[in-house]
């Protein structure tokens, strides 16, 4: 979520308006409704996880132990479990 300046953005009548309210303050601006992302899209962290998972489970398949794994991932045992068994993304 990057930040802007009201002044740059808004018309002079509507930031007076909102200058009544929190002059000087942050202000967090909820994005309409419908309009919203699913988590981890736009920042690409999403498909990061997607790929680092789908490659945990092509690595177990090659026969690599969990143990191996949480280490050369830096996950805990009980992730790499619940990755390769389908139960988290």
């Not at 930040?3 to 018309?11: E, H, S």
């Not at 680092?52 to 092509?58: F, P, S």
């Not at 143990?67 to 805990?76: I, K, P, Q, Y």
Request: a positive charge; glycine letters at 6%; one cysteine or more.
């Amino acid at each position: 979520m990057g930040y802007k300046n009201a002044r740059d953005v808004l018309p002079e009548q509507l930031l007076e308006q909102v200058q009544r309210y929190c002059s000087g303050e942050l202000l967090y601006v909820p994005a309409k409704s419908g309009a919203k992302t699913v988590w981890g899209e736009r920042s690409g962290a999403k498909l990061h996880y997607a790929e680092r998972n789908a490659k945990i489970r092509r690595l177990y398949s090659e026969h690599y132990s969990y143990e191996t794994l949480a280490d050369m991932f830096c996950l805990s045992v009980d992730s790499i479990r619940k990755i390769v068994r389908g139960t988290t993304s």
